[in-house]
């Protein structure tokens, strides 16, 4: 009881200022309460400001939701694939009729020829066409020659037509490689800097290789041009070698040339270039094309 009475008893002058201390604690509680709850003031949302603001409100909201819609850009409906088919609203069986159809080497050439081949419906072609873009030949009168080259109609101040000097990827001018929709200067250049680079291309994909390049305009490309002649590539023995040599090759980075002189002195001597796939993580996705530059004697 001590430790209580303590706590409670005070003198009278410190009793006072105790109920002073609530007293004013619970006017200004009573005060807070009152000015809170008993206003009768309602406010205008049809003011003009109020107005101006919702709808600028409304606007910003409006830009936002178009920002986010997925937006279609011009495009070769004959280079169509199975994603942008499907984003583009089309059904498998019209992607699949597509797909047979350039199988066959032919090409669409307009609107009309595209819901042929596809048997889409007015309501989607009429959303889709006004992306449609076809290359410069094609808009402009030129035909497709029998060989599989390119025949354009139109030619400056000259009746001459112009033809592609080759088919063969390995042997096609920039000028050719111009052709294509998508291919100007720096592309057609950058593309035989890297077959040089190569010694010729062996395999078409290594079109997708060249920096820079979108896939549907190497697609394109490749639909063109083909590889008539395998080049003839100068192969170093993988057993003599040098550091820097092996560095040359187009798929042989640092790391990856460390592994193999490593597992060189490891081994002594390769018996066979496919030793090389007993690296620990050789990049086999590349062995085919790192080979094209080995041997092992």
Known sequence: MKIFKSHFWYNKNQRNGIFLLILLILLLQLFIYV???????????????????????????????????????????????????????????????????????????????????????????????????????????????????????????????????????????????KTISGIGSVFSERIIKYRSKLQGFSFESQIDEVWGLDKEVAAKVVSIFKIIEKPIIKKVNVNAVTFKELLRNPYVDFELCKKIFSYRDEVAELQDISELKNIKDFPLDKYDRIVLYLIAK
């Open 35 to 177: 000015d809170a709850f008993s206003s009768d003031e309602i406010t205008d949302v049809n003011q003009p400001e109020l107005l101006a603001f919702q709808i600028q409100i409304d606007s910003l909201k409006a830009i936002e939701i178009e920002k986010r819609k997925p937006k279609i850009y011009p495009f070769n409906p004959n280079y169509i694939t199975d994603y942008k088919g499907a984003k583009l609203g089309m059904s498998l069986q019209q992607i699949d009729r597509l797909l047979a159809f350039r199988k066959t080497n032919k090409f669409i050439n307009s609107e009309k020829e595209f819901q042929q081949v596809t048997k889409v419906s007015d309501s989607l072609l009429n959303k889709i066409s006004p992306y449609f873009k076809f290359p410069n030949w094609v808009l402009k009168g030129g035909r497709q020659s029998s060989n599989g080259s390119f025949i354009s109609d139109e030619v400056k101040n000259s009746d001459i037509k112009k033809v592609l000097s080759t088919i063969d990827i390995n042997k096609a001018t920039a000028e050719d490689f």
